[in-house]
């Protein structure tokens, strides 16, 4: 025999003396890739029709979005199902896996499924036939009567980045499958192309949508396109008017709709979706407030005023949303080259600089005239102490804190220090080296090898601890968002270890 079949590397010597587990000796990469795989496959399982809520019971018989869901629903929302779809893609783009693109496309067939006429999604798709005759969906039109049809639900949100993560994820997919002959890849591009011109189609003659859209027409003259004012006097309590056709900046629905559109136009190249870009940043240019509060409120009606949404939500001006859009306008400036998106931003940060509550911390909501700080509850009201309204709605709501003002302070200040090109090459960086990617890898590997370690024998990560909400009370559970999160840290460790 041979002298060379019995020399043992220092793992097998390992092996043999019991001293080293089978998993310790399969390198970290392989681990992190067999590990991304297994909880691919599991999160699939428990699927519905390609589509995700945000959290399991561990037995499954308990489900829910943002309030509680049956087997058959699924959530559009972020962390839900296009979130889900884009950490697929992810994890392919890092592994190669065809299981992950695979969940990709059931996730864009399931938006494709749900998507309304009005060219959006609702929170929530249905897959129960037994009640999909309550939604009016685009492969419903030419099938059902007008008379029927307009007894359905066909609302499309742009809030809470509902739609516009949807659409988001169908653009990332379809680049991804170009070509293909996939039946659920020509369903998706059918579905995507439709979306885009429907959300065109829902911007207002000012550059702003709504946060609602039914599809229907709207008269241009209803929508003058206006400055914003402040009224001398406005309705000091909630009088239940419909909001859902304000402009609305509230949870940064135009800064979501305006980089949708972004990315629409770096994907297709079709130069409608710039000029959608641009009609969005004269919108936010003409909702900045007059002084002494030039800052943006959180939604406007069609006067161009701020205006009431939820009982709890009253005319102000905003400081939370208003960082968005200070955000934003230097994002466009940066992409565009427009030097007309910087100049709401000095008096803007002078407002906030002369507006904290206390060092680095300001009201959500300043009242309109006086910049007193306000706060407002269930029952319409509007109040000056947050300590005067009711429990459930303190703990419920952002009311105060640093909203990233500074931050945003500290990028404007660096981008008339250094100019735009350069701003501009920063944001575009080189591909790393194999010294950087190595680096990288290094620094995440601790990272990686916990979250290995959390993943339980049926591949899920899982969630400890109870959660009580108003509409559910979960103890340990399967959340999406540990999936997303967790998924996108092993495929960014092994883009770089690769």
């Not at 587990?21 to 890739?33: D, G, K, M, V, W």
């Not at 339980?456 to 979960?474: E, S, Y």
Request: charge should be positive; include cysteine.
């Amino acid at each position: 025999m041979n002298r060379r079949e019995f020399v043992l590397t220092t793992s097998q010597v390992a092996l043999c003396a019991g001293t080293v587990s089978a998993t310790e000796a399969r390198s970290l990469p392989q681990q992190a890739r067999e590990a991304l795989s297994k909880a691919t496959r599991f999160v699939r399982s428990i699927s519905a029709e390609g589509g995700y809520l945000w959290r399991y019971s561990l037995d499954l018989k308990e489900r829910a979005g943002e309030v509680k869901a049956t087997a058959t629903q699924v959530w559009i929302q972020p962390p839900g199902t296009p979130s889900m779809g884009a950490a697929f893609l992810h994890a392919y783009s890092a592994t190669k896996d065809t299981q992950c693109l695979d969940a990709a496309r059931d996730v864009g067939d399931a938006l494709a499924t749900g998507q309304l006429e009005s060219g959006g999604w609702n929170y929530l798709i249905d897959f129960d036939p037994a009640k999909a005759g309550g939604w009016f969906r685009r492969s419903d039109v030419g099938k059902v009567p007008i008379t029927e049809s307009a007894k359905r639900r066909n609302t499309s949100t742009f809030d809470d980045n509902n739609s516009q993560s949807a659409i988001r994820f169908l653009l990332a997919l379809a680049a991804v499958t170009k070509g293909s002959t996939d039946p659920r890849d020509g369903r998706v591009r059918i579905a995507l192309d439709y979306a885009l011109r429907k959300m065109l189609e829902a911007q207002y003659p000012n550059g702003a949508w709504p946060q609602r859209y039914d599809g229907q027409p709207r008269n241009a003259a209803d929508y003058p396109v206006l400055k914003a004012s402040i009224p001398a006097t406005y309705p000091r309590q909630y009088g239940k008017e419909n909001y859902f056709r304000h402009y609305t900046l509230n949870d940064n629905t135009q800064r979501d709709c305006i980089l949708t559109m972004l990315d629409a136009w770096h994907r297709t190249g079709q130069r409608e979706f710039l000029d959608a870009v641009k009609r969005g940043a004269d919108f936010l240019l003409m909702a900045q407030l007059p002084e002494p509060q030039p800052i943006w409120a959180q939604q406007y009606n069609a006067r161009m005023e701020p205006a009431w949404a939820r009982a709890f939500e009253p005319p102000a001006a905003c400081s939370n949303e208003s960082v968005g859009v200070l955000r934003l306008l230097m994002d466009l400036h940066i992409e565009l080259g427009d030097a007309r998106y910087l100049e709401p931003l000095p008096c803007a940060f002078a407002w906030f600089k002369r507006s904290e509550m206390s060092p680095g911390i300001w009201a959500r909501y300043y009242e309109l005239h006086t910049n007193k700080p306000i706060f407002g509850d269930r029952d319409g009201k509007i109040y000056y102490r947050l300590e005067d309204i009711s429990e459930e709605r303190q703990k419920g709501y952002g009311w105060r804190g640093d909203f990233g003002v500074k931050e945003a302070i500290a990028r404007f200040e660096e981008l008339k220090q250094r100019g735009r090109a350069a701003v501009q090459a920063r944001s575009k960086p080189k591909p790393p080296t194999a010294e950087q990617k190595a680096s990288r890898a290094k620094s995440l590997a601790s990272r990686v090898q916990s979250a290995i370690a959390e993943l339980d024998a049926q591949g899920r990560w899982v969630t400890k601890g109870d959660l009580k909400k108003r509409d559910f009370d979960f103890s340990d559970r399967v959340e999406t968002s540990t999936f997303i999160r967790n998924a996108e840290l092993l495929a960014d460790y092994l883009t770089a270890a690769h």
